[in-house]
């Protein structure tokens, strides 16, 4: 379902880091359809192209090509956005790398590829953010996973990263809100399409078995998520901050504990 509403976010200005691909273009993409002008960033120039001409079809969109890893990339991107569309009212920070691999197969710089892409990213998007922002009244959401609370194997890098994240969301909440700035965070769930739940979910079988882990009892599609940002940025949310939002169709509940590789082998088989 496709939650957005017309006008909603009339005269507000978006960055979207990691607004190139997946849950963030469609995040970016309902931004516009909202009325916001919306700005992508992500390290590739063709992938920021296509991202642009796609968003444009609904709205004013604009694209910078920076690495989220390099602060003075990413300060720079947002300094030419503000000097082009004004004070920025939302900021998005969603840009993410991942793989499968036991703690014993990560070499020290796989590791911390992911930090940094992922927790130092977030970070220097929301710092260069920070001086740019329209106060009070502005929103910055950050886009986590549910391996920030629950342990899973083969994704201790991805763990340590998005528990920073959620600590980092608070934090910010925390010291910027004095000045009417919010920040929150979204965890979404398994999310149909995604190039995250490919790695994660390779086949039928996998799927299956993951599905069965959801309450709900089904994955999520990336519209889902972006209904949710849709909220946290706009006016409805005002009294609204510090928070780690699930959106998962319940998952969350279901995960007290993380399966041995045997019990996900049983599970995968279809024993369980």
């Given at each position: ?168 969301t608070r934090c910010l909440a925390l010291e910027w809100g004095t000045e009417g700035v919010r ?9 149909d399409d995604t190039e995250g739940m490919a790695r994660l979910a390779p086949t039928p079988a996998?799927?299956?078995?993951m599905e069965r882990t959801v309450p709900l009892g089904r994955f999520g599609s990336k519209q ?49």
């Amino acid at each position: 379902m496709n939650a957005f509403v017309p006008g909603l976010l009339a005269g507000k200005t978006a960055f979207v880091a990691g607004g190139t691909s997946g849950i963030n273009l469609v995040i970016a993409e309902a931004l516009v359809k909202a009325g916001a002008r919306v700005a992508v960033l992500s390290r590739k120039q063709e992938k920021v192209d296509a991202a642009v001409a796609r968003l444009a079809g609904h709205g004013a969109a604009s694209g910078y090509a920076a690495d989220v890893r390099d602060y003075a990339a990413v300060d720079a991107a947002l300094e030419a956005f503000r000097a082009a569309a004004g004070p920025i009212d939302i900021v998005v920070s969603g840009a993410a790398g991942n793989f499968v691999a036991p703690a014993t197969g990560i070499s020290s710089n796989g590791f911390r590829s992911v930090l940094e892409i992922d927790l130092l990213g977030t970070f220097h998007v929301l710092k260069a953010a920070y001086g740019r922002l329209r106060k009070p009244g502005s929103s910055l959401i950050s886009i986590s996973a549910p391996q920030s609370t629950a342990p899973a194997y083969g994704q201790a890098h991805v763990c340590a990263a998005k528990a920073g994240i959620d600590m980092l969301t608070r934090c910010l909440a925390l010291e910027w809100g004095t000045e009417g700035v919010r920040v929150n965070a979204i965890v979404p769930g398994p999310i149909d399409d995604t190039e995250g739940m490919a790695r994660l979910a390779p086949t039928p079988a996998i799927r299956r078995a993951m599905e069965r882990t959801v309450p709900l009892g089904r994955f999520g599609s990336k519209q889902d998520v972006a209904n949710l940002a849709l909220f946290m940025a706009s006016d409805a949310a005002a009294y609204m901050t510090g928070t780690v939002t699930y959106c998962d169709g319940g998952q969350v509940l279901t995960m007290g504990g993380a399966l041995s590789p045997s019990a996900m082998q049983q599970m995968f088989s279809g024993g369980g």
